[in-house]
């Protein structure tokens, strides 16, 4: 994803761009031509194993700001990309999608829906990790669940090349639920020093993790943490 000057780019946003790798290192950036890119919004993209193209697009044709797309492979380039539906996306807002290699598991950045985690100290739309099926069809979206979510904000989710684990980043921290008691100045400025101090972490979890919120019912309550 990048916003660069380009031939043939219509106008200032964002686009996937790709390089190849070679016995001299990486080749120059080439954006990915239309019908991949827009003079809309591309960004955030997952590549399966078949060569097709995950992203999220502000494009016409979407439910909300940002939902998420596929554009299979085909000839030399992509074929028109799919909205990937109602079962995923939302009015909010639908980022950073992940495919599994195999094409059958996705997880992706949601924010503003029902079912987010939030503090009970504050609540704001900081975006959960949803997950959603293929077979034949996409399931429901559901919340990831405390294996993988919390009060904090989680993005950045990606597949091993196995399809065996998921890595994410996730802000929770020490002050991520509400303390029994108030903090001292100490125990505060220790906690500003230490990894969990907010700003974000890597972390990951086996994929069967994620079966349990694939097989609980909608919900449309948040979670209160």
């Known amino acids: 994803m990048a ?4 031939e043939s780019k219509p106008g200032s946003d964002f686009d996937l761009w790709w390089v190849t790798p070679g016995s001299g290192g990486w080749s120059e950036p080439r954006r990915l031509p239309a019908p991949v890119n827009t003079p809309a919004h591309e960004i955030g993209a997952s590549v399966a194993r078949s060569g097709a193209v995950y992203f999220a697009s502000t494009r016409p044709g979407g439910r909300g700001e940002f939902d998420l797309w596929r554009a ?21 807002t639908e980022l950073s999608p992940a495919i599994s290699p195999d094409e059958r598991t996705l997880v992706f950045v949601g924010l503003g829906r029902d079912d987010e985690r939030v503090g009970i100290h504050r609540e704001y739309a900081h975006g959960d990790l949803f997950v959603s099926r293929f077979e034949g069809a996409w399931s429901p ?8 979510n919390s009060a904090a904000a989680e993005s950045s ?7 065996a684990w998921l890595f994410f980043v996730s802000e929770r921290g020490f002050a991520t639920p509400r303390p029994a008691r108030a903090l001292t100045m100490a ?11 907010g700003m974000g972490n890597v972390y990951r979890v086996r ?14 309550d948040r979670t209160r943490e």
Do not use: I
């Not at 979206?141 to 993988?148: M, P, Q, S």
């Not at 989710?157 to 399809?163: E, Q």
């Not at 125990?187 to 101090?197: D, E, H, K, V, Y």
């Not at 994929?207 to 449309?220: F, G, I, N, T």
């Open 141 to 148: 979206a559901r919340n990831a669940g405390a294996a993988v």
């Open 187 to 197: 125990r505060l400025q220790a906690g500003l020093r230490s990894t969990l101090n």
């Open 157 to 163: 989710p990606f597949f091993t090349a196995d399809g």
């Open 207 to 220: 994929v069967v993790a994620l079966d349990a919120a694939l097989a609980a019912p909608a919900s449309k």
């Open 3 to 6: 916003d660069r000057p380009a």
């Open 72 to 92: 299979r492979p085909q000839g030399d380039g992509w074929a028109e990309p799919e909205n990937l539906g109602a079962a995923v996306n939302s009015e909010g």
